[in-house]
């Protein structure tokens, strides 16, 4: 499946139908009076959050989304039927942004999220709801309301609970093939990957989603290589790991590097939780990686982990470290929804 992350997509809302001026003519029948139905509602554009989407690619092939019109009303009192709902289904975690593509609309995080984005207009009343009994005969019916035409975006901000980060080449395709069931590609080039990646990890019967995206290189902000444009996939991350090639002769300015990148991304990327972990050590030498990982714990002040994607060591206790900063958060929400009230309505206040 491709991956899509962005799309322009035009939408309009049904009108409503128009109401509808008639009167009763029968043969041999006297007293007709009005009997103009109202004109249908006219059909909303809906946009709802599914599970098991994780691409706007749909969005590559269709990007006009009408809803039907509503009927006129007709003679007999009839009333005209109501326009047809078009309904937009987006992977969970998809923004809606107005044409300018940075106000947010809406932001669509819980699978089954509905939101109107332009509502139908009402149908017009036909001539026999102006009947009253000063004008029995009332020849005015209202139009239905217009239809509302926007353009909008959808951004797609994948939902993982950990992010990977690293520089081309760091190994981070291997290490969410090594730890979970994606089967993303590796080769021994830069911006193998172009693409985040989901996989599912699992560590001491705990599961977490864990993403891997395109490596970023100094200057990623201002768009060099493949650019920032997939850190968005991990700003909702509740922690970044952060893997640095062990075979690197340069492992701090590669380090620093990559937060550079993260504080001109801004928003509190670089606040982030991070798991800072050097990466390859089957392929370094004891001293070699006893030097390498004391430069780095100095530079960083905290102390670092060690793995290799490839002969699996130090795997173990580096997802033990992600999955604690994924339940970290997870309490923490848990928290904070409680304390809003959201599990508890009705419950006692101080
Ligand atoms: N020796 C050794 N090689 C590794 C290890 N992890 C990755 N590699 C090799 O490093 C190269 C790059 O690995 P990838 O997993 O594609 O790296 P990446 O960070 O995803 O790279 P991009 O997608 O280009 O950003 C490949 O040739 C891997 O075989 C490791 O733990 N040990
Ligand atoms: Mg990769």
Redesign the pocket.
């Known amino acids: 499946m491709k991956f899509l992350d962005l799309a322009k997509v035009y939408i309009k809302s049904g009108a409503g139908g128009n109401g509808c001026i008639s009167f009763r003519r029968e043969a041999h029948t006297e007293y007709g009076g009005p009997d103009g139905g109202n004109g249908g509602r006219g059909g909303d554009v809906v946009v709802e959050a599914i599970d098991n989407l994780n691409t706007l690619i749909d969005f590559r092939y269709q990007q006009h989304f009408f809803a039907q019109n509503g009927r006129s009303g007709m003679g007999k009192q009839r009333s005209g039927a109501d326009g047809q709902d078009i309904v937009l289904k987006v992977p969970v975690g998809t923004e809606i942004l107005e044409e300018d593509q940075e106000t947010v609309i809406v932001d669509l995080t819980e699978p089954g999220q509905r939101f109107v984005l332009s509502q139908g207009g009402n149908g017009g009343f036909g001539n026999l709801h102006f009947k009253s009994s000063t004008n029995q005969a009332p020849r005015r019916a209202n139009p239905g309301q217009p239809f509302v035409e926007r353009t909008i975006w959808l951004r797609l901000k994948l939902i993982a609970d950990a992010g ?1 980060l ?13 730890t979970s069931n994606a089967r ?11 693409h985040p990646n989901l996989g599912v990890v699992g560590v001491d019967n705990k599961e977490f989603v864990i993403a ?5 290189i100094e200057g990623a902000s201002e768009g060099v290589g493949l650019g920032v444009r997939f850190l968005g996939h991990v700003e909702r991350c509740a922690v970044l790991l952060h ?1 640095i ?3 690197s002769e340069t492992v701090v300015d590669d380090y620093k590097t990559i937060i550079q990148e993260l504080e001109k991304y801004g928003g509190d990327l670089a606040n982030r939780p991070r798991v800072t972990a050097l ?5 370094i030498d004891e001293t070699e990686l006893a030097i390498k990982a004391h430069e780095l714990e100095l530079h960083i002040g905290s102390p670092i982990l060690q ?5 699996r ?1 130090g795997l173990t206790d580096v997802l033990r470290a992600v999955a604690a900063e994924v339940e970290h958060r997870d309490a923490l929400e848990k928290i904070s929804k409680t304390d809003s009230g959201d599990e508890e309505p009705g419950g006692w206040r101080p």
């Open positions: 990977l690293g520089l081309p080449n760091a190994g981070k395709s291997t290490f969410l093939a090594a993303p590609k590796i080769a021994d080039y830069p911006f193998t990957t172009l891997d995206i395109p490596g970023l893997l090639d062990g075979t990466n390859k050590i089957d392929a793995l290799s994607g490839v002969s060591a």
